[in-house]
């Protein structure tokens, strides 16, 4: 049996369903092997405000945060970096609810407990049980699936495992600024985090990178021992895959498309993929509306020179750490004298104010 559509969408993530509500003129079936939006969650949500605005979801933004400090492996300060707000996080799954209910009012259909497998180029989705989708497109939505990433010449994409847990805390802490713990201690193929919730009175902390679980244990405990934060009870608890890169060559495969994490499209530094998701998504359905693929084309040929810039800068950080932290306390000090700026979705803006002219253009 074979179901015609306009457009199918297979996954109900952040890209499949922010892809779905910028179609106006086209009718979409949003294919999801859950049993709602956003679950599993397995990702922490912190983006810029730019980020947040281009998700237009304001009742998802939770917390906001002036500042990232930058902790090494001893938990010391190496810098920290400042914005009004830097950083927002958006809440997952309320996201994904919220978007969810955005795109059935558009009258797109969202199919729940539908589980898709072979992806075609033809326009065709083989569902399990038998049944074949068809569109004029199908848009692949799926997050971390490095079959599918290799259809869109994704073939070294790097996956790493992570491990996060929502803690409540004994004693309230500031919620001003998030935290990141670099070190080879700590993490040596990614990094750690601890993230204020409710006020300083919850936190979020994760590790990424292999053994993830173990590491997280040995970091929470130090925390407490260094009396950084003091946890009372663990919440909840949640794994994922981390997405670095390189991204895909390309967004297009016949009349299959790609957005998120199936393009390897993640912020290396954060494993974050949200950035390119709200980039990408209006283009996208630009393309599948009206067939209009230039703007698409152009949109990703800038976001991977943006993504491959943060992937090659990552793995620079991590094979020469010494080197980096002095690089990232100069350009904390450049944008904290007003001299440059750093955007927190745009990590390749460290290397702008690593650069010596800044300075003496500015005060010439």
Same mark, same amino acid.
């Not at 599993?40 to 810029?48: A, F």
């Not at 244990?217 to 934060?229: H, I, N, S």
């Not at 980039?279 to 703007?295: D, F, N, T």
């Given at each position: ?217 040995? *970091?929470?405990?130090? &925390?407490?021992?260094? @009396?950084? +934060?003091?946890?009372? #009870?663990?919440?909840?608890?949640? /794994? %994922? ?10 967004? *297009?495969?016949?009349? &299959?498309?790609?957005? @998120?994490? +199936?393009?390897?499209? #993640?912020?290396?530094?954060?494993? /974050? %993929? ?91």
């Amino acid at each position: 049996m074979v179901d015609r559509r306009q457009v199918v969408i297979v996954g109900a993530g952040p890209a499949g369903l922010l892809t779905a509500l910028n179609l106006r003129e086209a009718e979409a079936l949003v294919v999801e092997a859950s049993s709602r939006p956003g679950w599993p969650p397995h990702c922490t949500g912190l983006v810029s405000p730019a980020t947040a605005r281009r998700f237009n979801i304001p009742e998802a933004v939770t917390e906001a945060y002036n500042e990232a400090v930058f902790l090494d492996d001893r938990l010391q300060e190496i810098c920290r970096i400042s914005g009004s707000p830097l950083a927002v996080r958006l809440s997952r799954p309320l996201l994904e609810e919220l978007l969810a209910q955005r795109v059935e009012s558009l009258g797109h259909r969202i199919a729940y407990r539908t589980r898709a497998g072979a992806l075609h180029a033809d326009g065709c989705v083989q569902l399990h049980g038998g049944r074949r989708v068809c569109g004029e497109w199908v848009v692949a939505a799926l997050g971390a699936n490095p079959r599918a990433a290799a259809v869109f010449g994704a073939r070294n994409c790097r996956y790493l495992p992570g491990f996060e847990v929502r803690v409540r805390l004994t004693a309230r802490v500031s919620d001003d600024a998030f935290y990141t713990i670099h070190g080879w201690r700590v993490a040596p193929q990614f990094f750690a985090w601890v993230v204020p919730l409710r006020g300083g009175r919850e936190a979020l902390i994760g590790v990424g990178g292999d053994y993830a679980v173990e590491r997280l244990a040995a *970091l929470m405990q130090r &925390l407490d021992r260094m @009396g950084v +934060v003091h946890v009372s #009870s663990i919440v909840s608890h949640r /794994g %994922g895959r981390i997405v670095e890169g390189p991204p895909a060559q390309h967004p *297009l495969a016949g009349k &299959l498309a790609g957005i @998120g994490d +199936v393009l390897c499209a #993640s912020k290396p530094f954060t494993g /974050g %993929g949200l950035y390119a998701i709200s980039i990408l998504a209006k283009p996208l359905a630009a393309l599948l509306e009206k067939g209009e693929k230039r703007l698409l084309l152009e949109t990703w040929a800038r976001l991977r020179r943006e993504l491959e810039a943060q992937y090659l800068l990552t793995r620079a950080a991590r094979l020469l750490q010494p080197l980096w932290r002095r690089a990232l306390k100069v350009a904390c000090s450049a944008a904290a004298s007003g001299r440059c700026s750093i955007d927190y979705d745009a990590h390749s803006s460290l290397v702008e104010c690593l650069a010596p002219w800044r300075g003496a253009g500015r005060h010439g």
